[in-house]
C-alpha cells in the first residue's frame, strides 16, 4: 500500500526556533510537495522537488526552505518560525508531476 | 494560469439525502481532473480520478463525478449520504502539457451531513 509518513501529527515551538518538517515515501515517487491548508484557501504549495537535491518554489515559498537529500525523504524548514506560520502543513508524493499524488497524515504546526 | 472554483464552501444535507458538490475549472486545455476527501485531522484521500474515457467516473464510498469540457466542470455526487460521509471534498485539475503541470486545488467544501 502507498504511503507518504510525515514525522509528527503535532507540533508547537516558539517563535524564532527553527523548525524542521519531515516527511518519508515508500512509493519510489520522483516527485515531492509540500503544502500549507488553511481555512478557507485551500491547499497552496510551498515548495515541490522533482528528483533528489532539486527544488522549486511553489506559490507561498517566503519563510520557507526545504531538502531533499535522498529519494524518499523530503524536509520542509521554517528559517525562523513566526506565528503566521501556524498551520496544517501537508506532504505529498507522486510518480508524475500532473497526477495523483498521495498525501501524508498532515502536521498541525502551532507557533507560539 | 490554471484555476478550480468550488463555489460552495459548505453544504449541509440531512442522511440519506442526495448530494452535489460543484467544481469548475478555467482551461482551454486537455486536463487530468480529481477529486480528494479529507476527513478532520486527516491527509487527504483519493476519492475518484478523471484521465481519459467515459465522462462519468465511479470513485470509493459510492461516489461518481461527471466530466464537462463544455462546461469545464466535474461535479461530485452521490445519491445516498451517510454520517460518515461528512469531511471535507477538494477538487483538483492538471493541465497535459500546458503551462501548469501541477495539481491545482481547490478551496474546498466542507459536506456536513445531519441525522
Known amino acids: 500500500d502507498v504511503k507518504v509518513t510525515q514525522s509528527s501529527r503535532y507540533l508547537v515551538k516558539r517563535t524564532g526556533e527553527k523548525v524542521f518538517l519531515e516527511c518519508v515515501q515508500d512509493m519510489d515517487h520522483e516527485n515531492m510537495f509540500w503544502y500549507r491548508q488553511d481555512p478557507g484557501l485551500g491547499l497552496r504549495l510551498i515548495y515541490f522537488s522533482y528528483d533528489v537535491k532539486m527544488k522549486e518554489k511553489g506559490d507561498i515559498p517566503e519563510g520557507y526552505s526545504v531538502s531533499r537529500e535522498k529519494k524518499e525523504r523530503f524536509s520542509l524548514i521554517l528559517e525562523s518560525a513566526s506565528t503566521n506560520q501556524t498551520s496544517m502543513y501537508l506532504c505529498?508524493?507522486?510518480?508524475?508531476?500532473?497526477?495523483?499524488?498521495?498525501f501524508g497524515q498532515g502536521t498541525r504546526l502551532t507557533v507560539v | 494560469a490554471q484555476s478550480v472554483t468550488q463555489l460552495d464552501s459548505q453544504v449541509p444535507v440531512f442522511e440519506e439525502a442526495p448530494v452535489e458538490l460543484r467544481c469548475n475549472y478555467s482551461s482551454s486545455v486537455s486536463v487530468y481532473l480529481f477529486w480528494y476527501v479529507q476527513y478532520p485531522n486527516q491527509g487527504l484521500q483519493l476519492l475518484l480520478k478523471?484521465?481519459?474515457?467515459?465522462?462519468l467516473v465511479k470513485g470509493i464510498n459510492g461516489f461518481e463525478a461527471e466530466f464537462n469540457k463544455s462546461q469545464t466542470s466535474f461535479h461530485l455526487r452521490k445519491p445516498s449520504v451517510h454520517i460518515s460521509d461528512t469531511a471535507e471534498y477538494f477538487c483538483a485539475v492538471s493541465d497535459l502539457g500546458g503551462a501548469t503541470n501541477k495539481l491545482i486545488f481547490g478551496t474546498g467544501t466542507l459536506l456536513a451531513v445531519q441525522p
Open positions: 478523471y484521465l481519459s474515457g467515459s465522462t
Open positions: 505529498a508524493s507522486s510518480f508524475h508531476l500532473n497526477t495523483e499524488a498521495f
